[in-house]
Structure formats: C-alpha cells, structure tokens
C-alpha cells in the first residue's frame, strides 16, 4: 500500500517561499508519476504540477508557472514543491498524489486519475 506524507506548509507573508515534500512509502518510487494538487476553501480542488516518473517531463498550471517548481529525488522517495513569489491566491491545502508511471500526459490534470492521496497540508499566505 503507496503511503504519501507531505510536509513543510506554513504561514507566509505575500512575495515570500515555502518548500513543500512529500514522502512517499510501501512502493517502489520511481514507479510512480506526481502530482500537486490545491484546494482553497469553497472552491474544488485543483491541478497545480506534475513531474513524470524519471523526472524529465514537468508540466504546470498557468497560474503557478515561473513561480512554482517540481523535483524528486527517486533516492530519498521524496517529491518537492518549491514555491516562491506567493499570492494570497495561492491560500490552499496542498496534496501530492501519485499515479501509476505509465499515465499519458492527457490524464495528468485530473486528479481521478491518481490512486493515493496524502493528506494534505495547509499553506496560508497573508497579503
């Protein structure tokens, strides 16, 4: 069973950075495509990145691009999220997701196509 413990969210001041990780146990990492995704309260929950298995594909939501970047490290099982510039738009709780390595690019902004969840962390930038 794939277990994904994100971390590092936290309060944040406009133009500010955080790094977010995600962890990821019980499987073999480099099997595994993934994805962040964010919801904000009252709205559904949104694509923001993805990265391919090997890490040599990336793709980002507009609103995030030249802002945000994706990496993983396939020897510490760990997936990153660099966020710098933050909006008070970017307010949101923060999951990553994995998806089977072979995914077709067309399936990677929708969040029906990830099997495991983590359980989200909370991201909150003041304005």
């Known amino acids: 069973q794939v277990q994904l413990v994100e971390s590092g969210g936290g309060l944040v001041q406009a133009g500010g950075s955080l790094r977010l990780s995600c962890a990821l146990s019980?499987?073999?990492?480099?099997?595994?495509?993934l994805g962040w995704f964010r919801q904000a309260p009252g709205k559904e929950r949104d694509f923001v990145t993805v990265?391919?298995?090997?890490?040599?594909?990336?793709y980002y939501a507009d609103s995030v691009k030249g802002r945000f970047t994706i990496s993983r490290d396939n020897a510490k099982n760990t997936v990153y999220l660099q966020m710098n510039s933050l909006k008070p738009d970017d307010t949101a709780i923060y999951y990553c997701?994995?998806?089977?390595?072979?995914?077709?690019?067309?399936?990677?902004?929708?969040?029906?196509?990830?099997?495991?969840w983590g359980q989200g962390t909370q991201v909150t930038v003041s304005s």
């Open positions: 990265i391919s298995w090997s890490g040599g594909s990336t």
């Open positions: 019980g499987r073999t990492f480099s099997d595994y495509t």
């Open positions: 997701a994995a998806a089977p390595r072979g995914l077709t690019r067309a399936l990677y902004y929708t969040g029906s196509s990830y099997s495991y």
